[in-house]
Structure formats: structure tokens, C-alpha cells
């Protein structure tokens, strides 16, 4: 029942930057890991960062690790993803889903059970 909505997608240059945003539609965020995942076509869903509620615990795929930045404002109810330096690898449909945990560890295999309905994000010349 918790509704995530995602934002900021769009079309972008590589080396260029998109800022997305998951807010909590009906609910509040704050207690819950919030994870972004990406599906590209032909490719397996895959884990792009994780913030859990005490804003400090935080982890990034390798892939994006020093570009992405994972952040949270709970007055704001939401999480946003800034990413720079973007490549055409990054493009992708991005997902942010919620977890009942503490924090971010095992994010990748763990089970979100809320999501959003996707944004897409597409890097190209």
C-alpha cells in the first residue's frame, strides 16, 4: 500500500547530469531503506545506490561509485539520486523501492517491497 513516485527523468548527453527524485505518496519515507535499482533492456534489474533512515548508512554499485550520490530529505519526504558524469551504459529505466530495515546491508538481494513505477533516463549524443 506504500506508493513511491519517481521524478527527473529525461534525455541527457553523456558526461551530463539528471537529478531523480522518490517521494512517498500517502506515507512517510523516513523509516524505511529506500533503494534505486535500474532495468536497462536485455539486462537483469540491478542495484544503483541505497540510503537507509539514518542517513548515514549508504552503498553504491561499483558502476556508479564517485559519480551517483544518494541523499535523503525527510522534511521533503524524499530521496534523491544526483548523477553526474553520466554514460550511455547508464541508460535505463530507474525504480526506487522501499525495505522494512535498518540498514543497507544485503541491499542488492534483499526483497523491497514497494516500488515505484519507473523513470526513464536515457544517455545519448
Known amino acids: 500500500q506504500l506508493q513511491l513516485v519517481e521524478s527527473g527523468g529525461g534525455l541527457v548527453q553523456p558526461g551530463g547530469s539528471l537529478r531523480l527524485s522518490c517521494t512517498g505518496s500517502?506515507?512517510?519515507?523516513?523509516?524505511?531503506?529506500i533503494g534505486w535499482f535500474r532495468q536497462a533492456p536485455g539486462k537483469e534489474r540491478e542495484g544503483v545506490a541505497c540510503i537507509a533512515s539514518n542517513l548515514i548508512s549508504t552503498d553504491y554499485a561499483d558502476s556508479v561509485r564517485g559519480r551517483f550520490t544518494i541523499s535523503r530529505d525527510n522534511a521533503k519526504n524524499t530521496v534523491t539520486l544526483q548523477m553526474n558524469s553520466l554514460r550511455a551504459e547508464d541508460t535505463a529505466v530507474y525504480y526506487c523501492?522501499?525495505?522494512?530495515?535498518?540498514?543497507?546491508?544485503?541491499?542488492?538481494?534483499?526483497?523491497?517491497?514497494?516500488w515505484g513505477l519507473g523513470t526513464q533516463v536515457t544517455v545519448s549524443s
Open positions: 500517502g506515507f512517510n519515507l523516513d523509516p524505511y531503506v
Open positions: 523501492a522501499a525495505a522494512g530495515a535498518a540498514t543497507c546491508g544485503g541491499w542488492k538481494r534483499r526483497g523491497f517491497g514497494d
